[in-house]
């Protein structure tokens, strides 16, 4: 079954890969939400990415080093894990090699989906989480 639309939690120096995932995500069908800006301040952070998290029925987390050590990235982990309608509707996403493990125990129960060293492989696995098949870009004739 599909996503209503997925909640995409990322470092925002990565966003440039969760720009592309984002498309990707998008280019088969599968909406998705992420911040695409600096958010500045709680207030700011509880109207726009709250917002967010209540109105998205899956939760993924781009890991990275950046992420591990970003206190916005855990804020939001820390709600989807406390949220029942995200049970068994968090997606773990390697990135970039990192601590994730001393980032959040509680991830070790998820599957983790691989996207750090074949981006064709991590998008198959992660499509199949939806029963999505992967669709390459065509080349330019």
């Not at 639309?5 to 969760?18: G, L, M, W």
């Not at 980032?103 to 499509?127: H, K, P, V």
């Amino acid at each position: 079954m599909l996503p209503t639309e997925i909640f995409i939690s990322h470092s925002d120096q990565d966003r440039q890969f969760v720009t592309t995932m984002v498309e990707t995500l998008q280019r088969h069908g599968i909406p998705a939400w992420y911040s695409r800006k600096n958010l500045v301040g709680a207030q700011q952070w509880h109207d726009e990415i709250g917002a967010a998290l209540q109105r998205c029925d899956w939760f993924a987390i781009v890991l990275s080093p950046n992420a591990v050590k970003s206190m916005w990235v855990k804020r939001e982990l820390v709600f989807a894990l406390q949220e029942d309608r995200f049970e068994n509707k968090i997606v773990p996403l390697l990135y970039q090699p990192c601590e994730h493990k001393q980032f959040s125990w509680a991830l070790s129960s998820y599957q983790m989906i691989d996207l750090s060293s074949s981006f064709e492989d991590g998008w198959r696995d992660l499509l199949r989480v939806w029963g999505v098949g992967y669709k390459p870009i065509a080349p330019n004739p």
